[in-house]
């Protein structure tokens, strides 16, 4: 059997200090490291094939290389060693995914008490739990404090007092404070977090970080630890976070002459891109990794500030590239000029396109089609125009009923986001690796949806 490689990672620029990697000749692939052709038009992910899959676990269904996603927790690892990685679990989580971030020595980012209840069913010690979120529900912090996370992202003035009541002592809760630094990034108006006007953080301009750090002061049952920002998501250059690192090291400058106090950590949140589209800049970790310290080194040493414990939150990075989506073709219908493919899923599943105008490639597997190539919009099964999974996509000419798709980084905020609509319940996730496919969370079925509807 001729294996064919569909898309290994390209090799990683060497880089000059204190600049960015030459990302957009990088040219990162969009499938897992480990996808090969194989015969009959189809292509395995961890030794496993997808055509296989498919019909074994049905469609659709979410495939996650195992392997790759290790293999991303490590790179950042390398990227920034004397850092602490944390997983942004609202990309994805599941039981397994937690043992596998513990297993690489990776933290936790979780924003709810369901995120940090799944997590804790699991063996990951809590101190390396960080929990966020800009309204934190009485049940998340009362959650937050009787696992004993970590560390608790202070998000809004409201939070400090109401926390700092509920701790139980005698040790203090740590704490940071998400500070909004004035900086516009991100691959979409919807999820750029770290410019002002908009809900998450506290201004360093207008001084709502400083107010909220002396009344954190002013809380013996609390200890401030250090700055968090998020500046956004699918931020596709390292320049944003120089510039997040240089505006946090002043401030942190500051608070240390106005207060006295050194705080020892800086959390850059996370939000480094991935590749949806074969050419998409997609910096690798060690490139984001370098300029940000860099920069920290710089800033610090001009500031007189000691270098602080540097965390960092990628979700996305670790998980995307890891999934492959499954759908199986239930209709072609030609119309104004245009073939449109439908699949079992779509929005309910993956609403990134009707949402942010998130953009993927489709391939067709399991069907060796000598047809010439043609673009085809591929759309969901839900009852809207705007159901659509992938515009101008190359799909054969005699694409038909029954044939699967596959659709790679398809592993972050897709199942996570998936939604109840049209009661078609949300799919499976399957782990691959080794030549070996294993469920992890099994498809939602009716009985599970009619057990919640009480109300006969
Ligand atoms: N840290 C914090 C505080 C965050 O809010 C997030 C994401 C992350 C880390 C991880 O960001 P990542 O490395 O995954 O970009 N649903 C959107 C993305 C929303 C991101 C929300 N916060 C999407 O599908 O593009």
Known sequence: MTAVSVGRAAPELPTPPGRAAAWPSASPSVWPASAVSAPGGDVTVGGVSLTGLAERYGTPTYVLDEGEVRA???????????????????????????????????????????ELELAATRGIPPDRIVMHGNAKSPEDLRTALRLGVGRIVIDSDCEIARLAAQVPGPDAQQVMVRVLPGIEAGGHEKIRTGAEGQKFGLSIAEG????????ILGQPRLELVGLHCHLGSQIATPEPYAQAVRRLVSFLARIRDRYGITLGELDLGGGFAVAYLPGDPAPTPAAYGRRIDDELRYACHGSGFPVPRLTVEPGRSIMAPAGVALYRVLSVKRSAGRVFVAVDGGMSDNPRPALYGARYTVRMVGRASAAPMRATTVVGRHCEAGDVLAKSVELPEDVRPGDVLAVPASGAYQVSMASGYNTTGRPPVVAVTEGRSRLLVRRERLEDLLRRDVGV
């Open 72 to 114: 991303r927790a490590r790179a950042w690892q390398r990227a920034l060693p004397d850092a602490e990685i944390v997983y942004a679990g609202k990309a994805f989580l599941c039981r397994a995914v937690v043992d596998w971030v513990e297993e690489e020595g990776l933290g936790l980012d979780v924003c709810s008490a369901g």
């Open 208 to 215: 709502d970080a400083e107010h909220a750090i002396a009344r």
